[in-house]
Nanobody, 125 residues
Framework: QVQLVESGGGLVQAGESLRLSCAASGGTFSRRVVGWFRQAPGKEREFVAASGWSGGVTYYADSVKGRFTISRDNAKNLVYLQMNSLKPDDTAVYYC??????????????????WGQGTQVTVSS
């Protein structure tokens, strides 16, 4: 089993930046796809970003492309989401997720088997 713990959320103003971190333990991290998802109040959970095993392949939602960057440090079992130029529409609970080993990179939450507890990001206007 893989355990994921997110951190780094908070309250910021529009235009500011935040960096979320996700610490993984309990499994072979370096052979798993990792992703970030978010869920705003009253809305369904949505894909934000994903990274392949080595970080060489990354996917982004159109809404965050050019503003957010996903990265990973396999030696430290860490995943990051750098969020720049934040907007009020980015307000949500952000979740880190990991796939089973040797999976392909995907935007679909159905293919992520392990999830963190989430961290709140609030962007004020």
């Amino acid at each position: 089993q893989v355990q994921l713990v997110e951190s780094g959320g908070g309250l910021v103003q529009a235009g500011e930046s935040l960096r979320l971190s996700c610490a993984a333990s309990g499994g072979t991290f370096s052979r798993r796809v990792v992703g970030w998802f978010r869920q705003a109040p009253g809305k369904e959970r949505e894909f934000v970003a994903a990274s392949g095993w080595s970080g060489g392949v990354t996917y982004y939602a159109d809404s965050v492309k050019g503003r957010f960057t996903i990265s990973r440090d396999n030696a430290k079992n860490l995943v990051y989401l750098q969020m720049n130029s934040l907007k009020p529409d980015d307000t949500a609970v952000y979740y880190c997720a990991a796939s089973k080993t040797f999976a392909a990179v995907t935007r679909s939450s159905n293919y992520y088997d392990f999830w963190g507890q989430g961290t709140q990001v609030t962007v004020s206007s």
